[in-house]
């Protein structure tokens, strides 16, 4: 099984700063199949971005995903208030099972 | 609009059953795979189940294996998880979520209900 950690575990900046997430594979993912997602308090997670780096349908450009192999980054290029949430990323290149990294926390400083 | 509404979670002691329900709308169910996964509070999110859209393949993690079965009704546009042999480590929110792939798994998901609450706890 691929063990996803993200990196930081909680990342604090403001409002128009640029952040940047990191998930590392235990294990090369194949083809790029590794997924984005956010969660708010309360919600159900959000698909942001497949195949690493194509976004979803509705997603706003100032989020980008890039990477292959074993190190992924999900950049927000300038930050939005409602951005502020958890994001989790996920493997599905040798599915099943999916396998979830343990989520960064992006808080407002 | 895509919906799918969780529903079925209780409080529950160790032990027990559970079926849990989603009741899917908004796009063509049976041309979809759909998953269960779920998350313990204040903690990650896990992949607990899958089924393929006739209902042919399923799948399970390691730690539901045995004790969980997923099923889907394409007439009622409705998915289920029966869980047996509840263990407190099951307490979770239990989302059904469908897969982005149409007629094939692409095993991520697109769309997710908003949960429901299975508490083990004697």
């Known amino acids: 099984e691929i063990v996803l950690t993200q990196s930081p575990g909680t990342l604090s900046l403001s409002p128009g700063e640029r952040a940047t997430l990191s998930c590392r594979a235990s294990?090369?993912?194949?083809?790029?199949?590794l997924a984005w997602y956010q969660q708010k308090p309360g919600q159900a997670p959000r698909l942001l971005i497949y195949?690493?780096?194509s976004r979803a349908t509705g997603i706003p450009d100032r989020f980008s995903g890039s990477g292959s192999g074993t190190d992924f980054t999900l950049t927000i290029s300038r930050l939005e208030p409602e951005d502020f949430a958890v994001y989790y990323c996920q493997q599905y290149g040798s599915s099943p099972p999916n396998t979830f990294g343990q989520g960064t926390k992006l808080e407002i400083k | 609009e895509v919906q799918l509404v969780e529903s079925g979670g209780v409080v529950v002691q160790p032990g027990g059953s559970l079926r849990l329900s989603c009741a899917a709308s908004g796009f063509t169910f049976d041309d979809y795979t759909m998953h269960w996964v779920r998350q313990a509070p204040g903690k990650g999110l896990e992949w607990v189940s899958l089924i393929s859209w006739d209902g042919g393949s399923t799948y399970y993690a390691d730690s539901v294996k045995g004790r969980f079965t997923i099923s889907r009704d394409n007439s009622k546009n409705s998915l289920y998880l029966q869980m047996n042999s509840l263990r407190t480590e099951d307490t979770a929110l239990y989302y059904c979520a469908k897969d982005y792939g149409v007629l094939t798994s692409e095993y991520y998901f697109d769309y997710w209900g908003q949960g429901t609450l299975v508490t083990v706890s004697s």
């Open positions: 195949g690493a780096s």
């Open positions: 294990q090369s993912v194949s083809s790029s199949y």
